[in-house]
């Protein structure tokens, strides 16, 4: 046993009844001198060194561990607890840069006695109780506590904002709206809500209603109540919209923006990336575990929240891949439909007795015909490329292929073998208006959650305020945008959005290969859909106008506000998304005004708190779709176990 | 990163599948114990690769390599998808000799060296799938399969 160099090592090992394969073929791999340039022990024996991780990678794995795929051997060795050793100036220069050095405490040369001692992680920390961490991670417990606090302070902010926003809202809506008759019931709301006059000014200006209280937003707070919260009109009052169109906006979509506008304020202050309370949202949740470092949970638990379940169809022929297809659509709260090849995939896409399909997932090797002619046929009736997009599910993304396939009028590629976060993470970026807010903060759940038809018979409450005041606005205002966009109307710009705030969070993965959370494929899932949720989130618990549910509505979601949300839906996607204040023309005014009633809050929300500000730039940086491409899927390629040069 | 113990997996199970791909799919099925969904997948998997074997041969007896490269195309897909990696890393080799590339894809060969290849490759893929479905089965109790593995 004890630890002749070499080969008697490796063969003592073998013996130790209780060690793990693992550790029994690491330490026989390490026992054998052929590889000593590419992989050996530390001179003081402590520890092992990957030195060539290529050549690692391609002969000596597959000898020992009968696979060749480094993050999967990194993977292996964190389970058991083997830590990577972080690079010094010495060992680099020892070393060289490309090394990497892995020790656990146990893991000797020459004392393969020890070996028993080398256990698997307990499991599962990372499904229920991330948040506590190892006790030995201190440091990583304070940051957490600090960002939880912030978090709390932030999540306050934000929905003391949005219950301000909605009253304002609310308050704009019945203002200019002549039509509506209000409520009888709650007394208590049959006042005039409290605006902040900057807004009036702004929005009103022309028809100023004098019964307006002006009163600043802490003033408003006293009406902050839970029912308040995002109060859509019922689905009787077609005019919700055109009221606050009305207001001198030219589009309804300039909710979304001002909503948008929330979304980025809570994004700066670094909500979703650092939010590290448990009880917060399960999307939010995963996003700490990379950067902590802490194990991390396929998305199992996490569900987005739509505003209606996708439509999807599911373009594939391989029965195997349209099971799981199918399966990983449905679980994610879409509405899956398939074909099984690409011929059939235009027929279904054609029939007009189909659902229209708000996404199509299209394998490209297919029988009778391949996914990208299948897709340049839809795009001959259906030119813009995200009416619907249409995504590439394919193992080939070599830069030709991927190429051909954006010529033909695919919008994105999915990498196959694509797992769920992948397919969600895809699924969130083409169709952010399809979202509604994740589950909010729990310790403010009643003021974001949209939590159904209460909030929406709710509604009228908020809005009604004597008759008399409503009697001036209606001729002045001219309603000029209530007819609906076609959803084609979408602009260059918010694609490149969508395309980047999804782009940048490869980042990430590039450096986290001694955590254990390297190399699964939806990694970057949260990361880049949270700027997007919420967003989207302030939206549906805000502004968001739920109406009778969707014919289609899938079970699954019938809880949620039954939001069939056609504002988004007919307007096409959310323009308001990503554009942080500076947007221009409608966008802008509507930020600003926003920002003028809720200046006090905004403030503190806007205002870089500490180490904040890390998801919105994200919205706001622009970059040419075509630059976007691989920086995309570059990591994602290389998490891929294709060995195709 | 994830744990194997949660989805009781045995120790062995590296050898034959990815597990994280595999546990992906072990996921969907929500925590029931009898696995259906999973198992409906694998074992819906098994005919698909078997007929794919049977009709791969065919094919390559015509030497009509086109086809056997699709075959091989397909039969990745899904293998990948269940995490089978020897399988899926044999036919994307065959998927490229069939296409008249050397197994990487990336210089041209000739036909007979293709033939020659994907022959060799064959056999060697369908014991590795061999090897994997029993692994399968006995994971999955064999409900379906019973008798034709005891």
């Known amino acids: 046993m004890e630890g002749d160099s070499s080969k008697g090592g490796s063969n003592a090992t073998l013996n130790t009844g209780n060690t793990s394969d693992f550790v029994k073929k690491l330490y026989r791999m390490l026992s054998e001198k052929q590889h000593s340039h590419v992989v050996r022990w530390s001179d003081s024996g402590g520890s092992f060194i990957v030195f060539d991780n290529s050549e690692f990678t391609k002969n000596v794995l597959p000898q020992h561990f009968k696979h060749s795929n480094f993050a999967s051997f990194v993977r292996q060795l964190n389970k058991y607890d083997f830590h990577k050793v972080r690079a010094t100036d010495e060992s680099l220069a020892q070393n060289g840069d490309q090394a990497w050095e892995f020790v656990h405490p146990h893991f000797r040369f020459g004392n393969d006695g020890n070996l028993e001692g080398i256990k698997r992680k307990a499991p599962t920390q990372r499904n229920k109780k991330d948040s506590e961490e190892p006790p030995k991670e201190d440091e990583t417990r304070e940051v957490i506590a600090k960002l939880q606090a912030r978090l709390d302070r932030v999540c306050a902010e934000v929905s003391t904002l949005q219950e301000l926003y909605h009253k304002a809202l609310s308050q704009m809506r019945f203002v200019n709206n002549s039509a509506y008759i209000p409520h009888p019931h709650h007394p208590e709301h049959e006042m005039p809500m409290h605006v902040s006059p900057q807004l009036i000014a702004h929005q009103m200006s022309p028809h100023g209603p004098p019964q307006i209280h002006p009163a600043t937003p802490l003033q408003a707070d006293r009406f902050m109540q839970p029912q308040h919260s995002p109060v859509p009109p019922p689905p009787h009052h077609p005019n919700g919209y055109v009221d606050v169109n009305g207001n001198g906006m030219n589009n309804v979509n300039s909710q979304a923006i001002n909503l948008s506008g929330f979304g980025n304020t809570a994004a700066q202050s670094g909500v979703p990336l650092h939010a590290t309370d448990p009880q917060i949202s399960t999307t939010f949740r995963q996003e700490p575990r990379r950067p902590l470092g802490t194990r991390k949970k396929s998305a199992g638990a996490v569900v987005p929240h739509w505003k209606r379940p996708p439509k999807i169809l599911l373009v594939e022929d391989d029965p195997t891949c349209r099971k799981i297809g199918l399966k990983f659509l449905e679980q994610v709260g879409c509405l899956p439909f398939y074909a099984c090849d690409g011929l059939e995939g235009i027929r279904k896409f054609q029939d007009p007795a189909s659902p229209p399909y708000d996404l199509v997932l299209m394998d490209i090797v297919m029988p009778h015909l391949d996914g990208a002619s299948a897709c340049g046929e839809i795009r001959k009736e259906r030119p813009d490329m995200k009416d619907p997009p249409v995504i590439a599910m394919t193992s080939n993304i070599r830069t030709t292929d991927i190429n051909l396939y954006f010529n033909s009028g695919m919008i994105d590629v999915l990498p196959k073998p694509f797992t769920r976060d992948g397919l969600l993470q895809t699924l969130q970026k083409w169709l952010p208006h399809l979202q509604a807010g994740p589950n909010e903060p729990s310790s403010k759940p009643a003021a974001f959650q949209p939590p159904g038809s209460a909030k929406v018979s709710n509604f009228p409450n908020t809005v009604t305020i004597p008759n008399t005041t409503t009697n001036n606005s209606p001729q002045s205002i001219p309603i000029t945008a209530q007819q609906p966009q076609p959803p084609p109307s979408t602009s260059p710009v918010l694609k490149i959005e969508f395309n980047d705030n999804t782009t940048n969070s490869h980042a990430e993965d590039e450096d986290d290969e001694d955590d254990d959370v390297h190399g699964r494929g939806g990694q970057d899932t949260p990361d880049s859909s949270v700027g997007g949720m919420v967003a989207s989130s302030t939206m549906s618990g805000g502004v968001s106008h739920p109406h009778p549910p969707h014919p289609q509505q899938h079970p699954h979601h019938g809880h949620h506000p039954s939001g069939d949300y056609t504002f988004a839906e007919t307007n096409g996607p959310p323009v308001g998304y990503g554009g942080p204040p500076g947007a221009s023309g409608v966008e802008g005014e509507m930020l600003n005004a926003s920002a003028g009633i809720y200046t006090p809050g905004l403030v503190g929300l806007g205002a870089p708190q500490p180490g904040a500000g890390v998801a919105s730039p994200r919205g706001g940086i622009r970059r040419p779709l075509d630059a976007g491409i691989h920086d995309e899927y570059d990591p994602r390629m290389k998490r891929m176990r294709y060995n195709a040069a | ?150």
């Open chain 2, 1 to 150: 990163m994830s744990d194997d113990e949660s989805y009781g997996l045995p120790k062995d199970a590296d050898e034959y599948v990815d597990i994280e791909t595999f546990e992906q799919i072990l996921e969907m099925d929500d925590g029931d114990p009898d696995r259906e969904f999973s198992r409906g997948l694998v074992f819906g998997f098994f005919e698909q690769a078997e007929a794919t074997f049977q009709e791969m041969d065919a094919r390559l007896k015509e030497d009509d390599f086109d086809q056997v490269s699709s075959l091989g195309h397909f039969l990745k897909g899904s293998s990948a998808t269940l995490g089978l990696f020897k399988v899926r890393d044999a036919c994307e080799k065959i998927q490229h000799l069939g296409a008249l590339k050397d197994e990487t894809g990336n210089r041209d060969i000739k036909a007979s060296e293709a033939q020659k290849a994907i022959s060799r490759i064959l056999p060697v893929m369908k014991e590795d799938y061999a090897a994997a479905e029993r692994w399968l089965k006995d994971f999955f109790g064999d409900a379906e399969g019973e008798g034709s593995d005891p």
